[in-house]
């Protein structure tokens, strides 16, 4: 007992740490007036992003945007429906340049970036490191395309002459991050090329030579999104393929029937490569993560096992992921009949409205925003409808601007607009409505249940011919 009390004393001041007032300023050129959000990835496992809040951009371009971390971050900046990211260092001043170049984003329709420019780069900062190395990995791939391409371990000694060459060279710049975000993307390698379970030759590898170089003795970096990536493909469906074998029933068993952490973790210690506690853990749930949906585990079960981790865990940063897993795992996709997302969002009159309060009638939403010119030429459209389908249909616009005074301008530039307006205060509902685009449509039924996700829009077939009207709709339903 008294062992378990000195092991949580020291783990609780390990992860103390104290936060550093991080800036992130400069200029969005041709962006006046607009605001740029700061996110910060939550994890790596599931991809989760936070977001930080955001900053009103200036009339002359400018922009500032202070955070606290306490360790280095994966940050994305978003303006409109455009993005970038770097890594930020607690402490540490940014002075960037954001443009937008439609050239660099030619036929991207969702996922267009934001070009980015340090303007007062050291050769050493961390960014400048690691596109340092990036531009020299990506050469050397370029190089030897024709060996990759065979999958066949060719190209292990290569590898290797090129990893020895740029860790030696990284180790020399004293920044631990840089130097290891170099070691795990040349790690990945191994796993894009298939290495076996067994050694062909004496000078090929295996996974095992792979685990004891990369995993084994060797912290987990949580933070440091090429090593979680290098994690999550080295063990991908490797739980599946366990329980698959004859020894690994009793893995299956203490999901399926004994919903048993502990006889998970029993079964799972016949296994060398999870003899490290903390490993083990993390193996679990991104294991569980995997097999989330698969119709021969218990999803129950499987969330029950993860809700223990999330609790029990003495790793602050497991808790987390298994926190997210469970939110991916649970999160049921929009699909006809399915019960919609509800919510509780402000009126420009301070009222706050729910979903519930339209109940027994069918709900048109869209999710729009100030810079999308769809969405406010279609305004023109649902002005029609609206006063057609009204005492049928409720239409909520949800505007997805940080800047509720959004709103109030365009209400007052259309006054017609009689409609319900609401401002997005919960951020993760563009999540839970799956919005990757503005704008974006949802039909409710009267039971506040999905109808059509996402819904045609407004006047859809007149610009879009082979799109379903969404009028027609209306017109049919009873």
């Not at 934001?114 to 961390?126: D, G, I, R, V």
């Not at 009126?347 to 979903?355: A, N, R, V």
């Amino acid at each position: 007992m008294l062992k378990q009390i000195i092991t949580l004393l020291f783990l609780s001041i390990h992860f103390i740490s104290f936060a550093s007032n991080t800036v992130i300023k400069g200029v969005a050129k041709d962006f006046n007036n607009s605001e740029l959000s700061v996110y910060i990835y939550d994890d790596f496992i599931t991809g989760t992003k936070e977001k930080m809040g955001f900053s009103k951009i200036g009339n002359t371009n400018n922009f500032e945007f202070n955070i606290d971390i306490n360790t280095i971050k994966k940050v994305e900046l978003a303006i409109e429906d455009k993005t970038t990211w770097f890594f930020i260092e607690p402490g540490s001043v940014y002075n960037i340049t954001l443009n937008y170049d439609p050239e660099l984003n030619k036929g991207r329709i969702y996922d267009r970036f934001l070009s980015l420019k340090f303007n007062f780069p050291a050769p050493t900062e961390l960014n400048q490191l690691i596109a340092k190395f990036n531009r020299k990995y990506d050469d050397f791939v370029s190089t030897n395309e024709s060996i990759f391409l065979k999958r066949d371990g060719s190209i292990t000694p290569k590898i290797q002459e090129f990893e020895q060459h740029i860790l030696n060279e990284f180790k020399a710049y004293n920044n631990d991050f840089a130097y290891n975000y170099a070691k795990y993307t040349i790690a990945s390698t191994f796993n894009s090329i298939d290495i076996s379970y067994y050694k062909s030759d004496k000078k090929s590898l295996d996974k095992a030579d792979i685990f004891i170089k990369y995993l084994q003795n060797n912290p987990i970096l949580y933070n440091n999104p090429e090593y979680m990536n290098f994690f999550t493909s080295f063990f991908n469906g490797e739980i599946k393929k366990l329980t698959l074998q004859l020894h690994g029933m009793d893995i299956t068993k203490a999901i399926n029937e004994e919903n048993n952490y502990n006889a998970l973790v029993k079964a799972l210690g016949k296994y060398p490569f999870l003899e490290n506690k903390e490993l083990l853990d993390l193996f679990l749930i991104n294991g569980l993560k995997e097999i989330g949906n698969d119709k021969y585990f218990n999803q129950k079960n499987i969330i029950s096992i993860l809700t223990h981790l999330k609790t029990n865990s003495i790793y602050p940063e497991q808790q987390k992921i298994a926190d997210n897993v469970i939110t991916k795992i649970t999160y049921k996709k929009l699909a006809k009949g399915s019960k919609a997302p509800t919510f509780k969002l402000p009126t420009i009159d301070g009222e706050e409205i729910t979903l519930t309060d339209f109940m027994g009638k069918y709900v048109y939403i869209n999710f729009w925003a100030s810079w999308s010119i769809p969405s406010l030429r279609e305004m023109k459209i649902m002005e029609t409808l609206h006063k057609q389908y009204k005492n049928k249909v409720a239409f909520i616009s949800i505007c997805t601007d940080n800047d509720k005074s959004k709103i109030k301008s365009l209400l007052k530039e259309n006054p017609n607009y009689s409609w319900t307006f609401v401002h997005l205060t919960e951020r993760e509902l563009m999540q839970a409505y799956e919005v990757r685009t503005l704008p974006t449509y949802i039909l409710i039924g009267k039971e506040g249940e999905i109808l059509r996700f996402p819904a045609p829009r407004p006047g859809g077939n007149i610009e879009r011919p082979t799109e379903e009207n969404i009028e027609r709709v209306f017109f049919e339903l009873k």
